[in-house]
């Protein structure tokens, strides 16, 4: 048997996430998912339930997120919920679902994958792979979807601080992962007004210590939908390369993220105002 090693980091200016860091004069990495480009100009928006629900919901949100002239649809399988007895989601039925929802809309999809056993079937129909705030720190998934070949939509932990966040997506480009996507949705705080507190400093530290796209998720952040446009529109102010927003045919009656979740008409009127903001900064939407 042979003796533990010590720690062997990487050394050199891009200190412990050489991967991930921006070298000196690096220019953001576009990644693909599908038909969209993530770090392009133009501001990506990814629109959909919290959760799939049953084939019309999933496939009327994904027609209203088009029309609405968003770019990705969005929509849980598997939900990581609080308690055990709240729904948790479809499971690869939903999967199956999301595939039919992308067929009417032509919109590509990314889902959560919360399991290391799901991670090859989900990587084998989705567009692109979501890592919960949940799973941040789960290694073995990360290394996971870093072989998948599966481009990845990495959220925020509640807890883990930026570096800590730096070294997931390292994991997962270490593990043969060129296509991480970083996204904001606020951080526990001491303020409970609002769901979460979104850190929007992130976005500028990012930045520049990653060539990486970042994008913000301003519904979790918020927790109601009365604050959603708000800081959706400062993100794109700040320079976000896209936004994650849910949004329900039917609000009231959604299975999880209820008080979160756009109405449609919502939804349209959050992408022209931040339209009109990208467009101000030289960017489109
Ligand atoms: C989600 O996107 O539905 C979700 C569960 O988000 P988070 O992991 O940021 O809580
Ligand atoms: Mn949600």
Redesign the pocket.
Known sequence: MTAPQRDKLPAGEAGTTPLVSRQPGQATTVVSAGSVQFGAEKVVVIGGP?AVENTDQITSIARQVATAGGSML?G?AW??RTSPYAFQGLGRDGLALLAQARQASGLPFVT?VLDPRDVMAVAEVADML?I???SVQNFPLLREVGASGKPVLL?RGMMPTIDEWLNAAEYIMAAGGSDVVF?E?GIRTFETALRNTLDLGAIAVLRERTHLPVIV?PS?AAGSRRYVTTLARAAVAAGADGL?V?THNDPGNALS?ADQSLTPEEFAELTTSCRAIARAIGRDL
């Open positions: 919290c969005r849980g939900k990581p959560e979501q919960g705030s949940r959220k996204c949705r998720d979790h994650l849910e993220d």
